[in-house]
């Protein structure tokens, strides 16, 4: 397949770096100011080299990327909320053209999702997202896999950040504003950590996967969540004293969304320790499913876009 990547953050540039592993080309690659379009190839370690010492990622406008030759476009610009803008619109016109997409941005699957369906079925691209959720974590093909109608609700740890400060807390005795410090002197937290740990970024995925179990009908403002911010130490001891451990544990079913700090056994499937995801599919004939493993990271993200232009049928 021949891409065209928008977004060269950490996804998007290391989609760039694996498409040629996976027998795809990349022909357009674009941050928000600038484009590097090659029907003939991006050199892409030239590109990202350019970004990377300060200079412009190529001499084209972002919006060339649409004028070119491709067969995908992988959208990997930053998540935003609301509107979702503008990724939705990048979708938009890749469906009007007739091209396949396929996103890592949550903002439009979470939002937006019935609008996506519906142009999806105007046109002769297809839709997919499994990179929305849980990383390299096969969520949503496992739920496609299973279809839809059989899994009756979908639970887990979706954000490591949240799940590292909570395990930190609790092997150390530590209490939060330390282990957000200690976070944030790691990479494992933003400088802005409010997206990960007042529970916004996994009731994102949370909705997605509401979204795809019930064909759509959920937004952020339905889900109910509580981040962990507010758990004190105190809390961890006594829920070891007991056997237990607080996760930031979300849940998605056709009734609806919620995130927050749950108790959980402290050697149970759900008690995933450091920044590792888990997520546990109920289903009606095959039990209860887990998938688990790395639920963010530039490489980690890539190979679920990746993976899904594979399942894309050719245009």
Do not use: W
Not at 36 to 48: K, M, Q, R, T
Not at 170 to 186: C, N, S, T
Not at 190 to 202: K, R, W
């Amino acid at each position: 397949m021949r891409l065209a990547i928008l977004g060269a953050g950490a996804v998007g540039r290391s989609v760039a770096d694996l498409a040629g592993e996976y027998g795809h080309e990349v022909v357009a690659l674009a941050d928000s100011s600038h484009a590097v379009v090659d029907e003939s190839g991006v050199a892409v370690a030239d590109a990202l080299g350019s970004k990377d010492a300060g200079d412009a990622l190529g001499s084209s406008d972002p919006a060339d990327v649409f004028e070119t030759d491709y067969d995908v476009l992988v959208e990997a610009t930053p998540t935003t909320l609301g509107d979702a803008e503008p990724g939705f619109s990048h979708v938009e016109r890749a469906l009007t053209d007739d091209r396949h997409v396929v996103l890592a941005n949550k903002g439009p699957v979470a939002e937006r999702y019935e609008e996506l369906r519906a142009l999806e079925a105007d046109s002769a691209g297809s839709i997919r997202f499994e990179a929305t959720v849980g990383g390299a974590i096969p969520v949503c093909s496992t739920i496609e896999d299973c279809t839809p109608q059989s899994v009756t609700a979908v639970r887990g740890v979706l954000n490591g950040t949240a799940n590292f400060i909570l395990t930190r807390m609790a092997a150390e005795g530590l209490d939060y504003e330390h282990v957000l410090a200690e976070a944030q002197d790691l990479g494992v937290a933003e400088a802005d950590p409010t997206f990960d740990v007042d529970g916004t970024d996994a009731a994102l995925k949370f909705v997605i996967l509401a979204n795809v179990l019930s064909e759509g009908g959920f937004s952020l403002e339905d889900a109910e969540v509580t981040g962990i911010q507010n758990v004190p130490g105190s809390a961890l001891d006594l829920a070891a004293e007991d056997g237990r451990t607080i996760r930031l544990i979300g849940e998605a079913t056709r009734e609806g969304v919620r995130v927050g700090p749950r108790l959980v056994p402290e050697n149970g499937a759900l008690a995933v320790t450091g920044t590792r995801n888990i997520v546990q599919i109920e289903t009606k004939n095959a039990g209860s499913l887990h998938n688990s493993g790395r639920g963010a990271g530039g490489p980690e993200t890539a190979t679920a876009v990746l993976s899904d232009v594979g399942r894309l049928p050719s245009l």
